[in-house]
C-alpha cells in the first residue's frame, strides 16, 4: 500500500514537472506570431482603404469630360482645387469617398458625371504610416503601401543596425475597433540575415516596429 502511495506521489511530481517546463519553454517568446506573407506582392499601390493625407498627389479623370480632371497635390490645409470646383476637403477621405463628394459637385454641371481618383504619390497620415524606431540604420516613419510587408519596411529603413537584437523586435499593433494593443514577436534576423522567408510578415496602417539592441 505504501509503495504504491509512493509510486503515485512520484508520477504527480513528474507530471507537475513536466507541466512547468513547458509553461517555460512556451514562455520564452516576447508576443504571438504573425503569419507569414509572400516576398512578392501583386499590389504596389496604397490599398483601397487608403485614407488621403495632407502633399499627397492625386489624378482626377472624369469619363467623358477630361477637361474637368486634373492633377493636383492636397493642400497642407487638406483641401483641393479642380476645374468647377474649389477648396474641396480631400484629407481624412479614401480615393471612393472623394471620387464621390467630386460627383456631388459637377452633377450640378454635368448630367451624371463618372469621376475616378488615383493617388499618385502619397505620404499618407500617422495613422496610414509604418513607423520602425531602435536600432535601424535609419529609423523612419513610412507610407503604407497595399499588401506592405516586414521586408519591404526594413529595406526602405536600410535594413539593422551593426548591434541589433533583430530576433527579440516587436511589432505594435492598434486596434481602432476595440482600442486594444497587441505586441507580436518578429524575427527580423532570421529575415535579413538567412533569408528565412517564414519571419516575413504582412503589415497594417500605423504598426510600430521597435528593434533592441543586443545585450553584450
Known sequence: ?????????????????????????GGSGHGPQLPSASFVQENEGPGEEYVIGPLDQLTIFVWRNPELGAKVQVRPDGRITTPLISDMPAVGKTAAQLSDDLRGQLSRYVKDPIVSVIVDN??????????IVGATEKPAAIPFRANMTLLDAMIAVGGLSEYAAGD????????RTTGNQTEYALRIGKLLKQGDSKANVRLQPGDVIIIPTSAF
Open 168 to 175: 527579440r523586435a516587436r511589432l505594435v499593433r492598434h486596434d
Open 122 to 131: 502619397f505620404s499618407g497620415t500617422y495613422s496610414q504610416q509604418v513607423r
Open 1 to 25: 500500500m505504501a509503495m504504491r502511495k509512493s509510486r503515485s506521489l512520484l508520477l504527480m511530481g513528474a507530471g507537475l514537472t513536466a507541466v512547468v517546463l513547458s509553461g517555460c519553454a
